[in-house]
């Protein structure tokens, strides 16, 4: 069965601090794997998806940026973390069209 | 044409009683609408989803309805329990190949004992 694996679960990190959030996924490939930004008690804001090795798309301007080295490995980037940028991250994968988003346990980031 | 619209925001039940959340969308293409539960400080996790080609779908006491010509669909969860406060959000899939899910701002619902 397939799986998905986030991590950290928790960081907290200074203002101005790089980021680094890995995601993998398991029993599955060539998956579509999606980063989101979820501020408390607010809904799913889409960052990042990627349909292939290479191929990143990113849906909202910021200081952010996603890799996917391997085909079941995204990474969540920043060189300068801003306060803003504190929230819930969640990486999910998602197979064939018209098929559930799965979604990893999420990292709860905290900047100060 | 990517937006959905989820209603209401906030949801307060008697236990035993239903639940109806609704949402709209405005791509007559997409086919595809999964329903999410989230508890507090959890991740999002599927509960139900339909595709276009039924109208109604069910499982237990979660069921999903789906109107293409009025481009609705709506959850409904009958006898409630506590455990089913949570926040629950609807997507969709857009389309034109970008593979995205494209979620509402979700429902708080609380079950009252």
């Known amino acids: 069965s397939q799986t998905i694996h986030q991590w950290p679960a928790t960081l907290v990190q200074p203002v101005g601090s790089p980021l680094s959030l890995e995601c993998t996924v398991e029993?599955?490939?060539?998956?579509?794997l999606y980063w989101y930004r979820q501020a408390a008690g607010r809904g799913l804001q889409l960052l990042f998806y990627s349909v292939g090795i290479g191929q990143i798309s990113s849906e909202v301007p910021q200081n952010l940026s996603a890799s996917r080295p391997q085909d079941r490995q995204f990474i969540l980037s920043s060189k300068k973390l801003l306060l803003s940028d504190s929230g819930f991250y969640l990486c999910?994968?998602?197979?064939?069209?018209?098929?559930?988003?799965?979604f990893g346990d999420g990292t709860r980031l905290s900047i100060l | 044409g990517e937006n959905v619209e989820q209603h209401p925001s906030t949801l307060s039940v008697q236990e035993g009683d239903s639940a109806v959340i609704k949402c709209t969308y405005s791509d007559s293409a997409s086919n595809y609408f999964p329903w999410y539960k989230q508890e507090l400080g959890k991740r999002p996790q599927l509960i139900i989803d339909?595709?276009?080609?039924?109208g109604e779908k069910k499982d237990q006491r979660i069921a999903v309805t789906l109107n293409k010509t009025a481009k609705h669909f709506s959850l409904h969860i009958t006898e409630t329990q506590p455990e089913d406060s949570a926040v629950y959000f609807c997507a969709h899939v857009t389309q034109g190949g970008s593979e995205k899910l494209v979620f509402g701002k979700g429902t708080k619902l609380t079950v009252n004992p």
């Open positions: 999910a994968w998602r197979g064939s069209s018209n098929q559930p988003q799965h």
């Open positions: 339909i595709r276009s080609n039924v």
């Open positions: 029993g599955t490939s060539n998956p579509n």
